[in-house]
C-alpha cells in the first residue's frame, strides 16, 4: 500500500493537546494542502483563517461552547493552540463540499506532519451571528461566507487513537 494511503488509514481525530504551539511553517504547510483541495469547476471558493492569538481562540471557544450548549470550563477545542477556520463562499452552490475537501486536506497534511487535528463544529452558526460577520469584516473579507469547520490543531497529548473496525456492508457493486 503506498505512503499515502497508509497515513490516511491512520489518522484519528485528537482530543487532547498539549499547549505547545505548532511552528508557523507547519501551519503553513497545512493550509496550503487546504489550498490545494479540489473544488467545484477549479473555482477556490474556500477561504482559510488562522487563529494563534490565544485571546482571540479561546473568545471563540467561548461562543462555540455556548452554541454546543457545553458549561463554563468545557473547551470545545480541547486545548488545541491552533485553529484554522474553514469559510465557503456563499454564492457559489459547491461552498459546503469544497470547504468540506478544504477540511480533510488539512487533517490529513496535519496528521503527515506529526500534527493532531480535530473537525470541529459550530463554525455555522458563529459566523451566521453578528460576531462572526464582524470578525470577517475586521479582516476586510467581503462577501457571504459560511463557516464550514474548524480543524483544532495541536501535538497530541498522550496515545494517539487506533481506528476501529471498519463496518461491514458499507459498499455496493454494480458491475
Known amino acids: 500500500m503506498s505512503e499515502v494511503l497508509e497515513r490516511m488509514k491512520e ?11 505548532v511552528p508557523q511553517e507547519t501551519i503553513d504547510q497545512i493550509i496550503e494542502a487546504g489550498l490545494y ?3 467545484g469547476k477549479g473555482e477556490q471558493a474556500a477561504i482559510i483563517i488562522q487563529v494563534t492569538n490565544k485571546e482571540l481562540r479561546d473568545e471563540i471557544a467561548k461562543i462555540n461552547q455556548k452554541i454546543g450548549g457545553w458549561g463554563d470550563g ?7 493552540p491552533v485553529i484554522l477556520i474553514v469559510l465557503g463562499c456563499k454564492d457559489w452552490p459547491t461552498h459546503v463540499y469544497d470547504g468540506s475537501l478544504v477540511m480533510g486536506n488539512l487533517m490529513l497534511a496535519a496528521h503527515d506532519l506529526g500534527i493532531g487535528s ?11 451571528s453578528q460576531w462572526g460577520k464582524d470578525l470577517l469584516k475586521s479582516l476586510g473579507i467581503e462577501g457571504e461566507y459560511e463557516g464550514i469547520g474548524h480543524c483544532a490543531l ?3 497529548d498522550g496515545e494517539l487513537p487506533q481506528a476501529p473496525a471498519r463496518k461491514k456492508n458499507r459498499v455496493f457493486y454494480i458491475k
Open 154 to 156: 495541536g501535538y497530541a
Open 11 to 21: 489518522r484519528r481525530s485528537i482530543r487532547k493537546y498539549k499547549p505547545d504551539m
Open 74 to 80: 468545557f473547551d470545545p477545542f480541547y486545548g488545541a
Open 118 to 128: 480535530c473537525w470541529i463544529h459550530r463554525a455555522k452558526e458563529e459566523f451566521d
Open 37 to 39: 483541495a479540489a473544488s
